[in-house]
């Protein structure tokens, strides 16, 4: 399931909203891990030495999982 697919099916779910923001917090911080273990994958050497910005690797790692 896509991030948007996940935000989507919390729109109309039917929680308090406290709920929401929790699982909210859950969907960005399961988004965010993914990305930084892709992060880690891309990039051989440290960041501070990778040509690419994050920005390119967002989309890379966007791309890859079909977001």
Do not use: P
Not at 1 to 8: G, H
Request: proline letters at 0%.
């Amino acid at each position: 399931m896509t991030i948007k697919e996940k935000f989507l099916e919390l729109a109309f779910a039917k929680i308090s909203s406290e709920e929401l923001r929790d699982e909210c917090e859950k969907i960005a911080d399961e988004f965010a891990i993914a990305f930084a273990m892709s992060i880690s994958t891309h990039c051989y050497c440290e960041l501070g030495n990778d040509t690419r910005s994050y920005q390119e690797l967002l989309e890379i790692y966007k791309k890859e999982k079909g977001l």
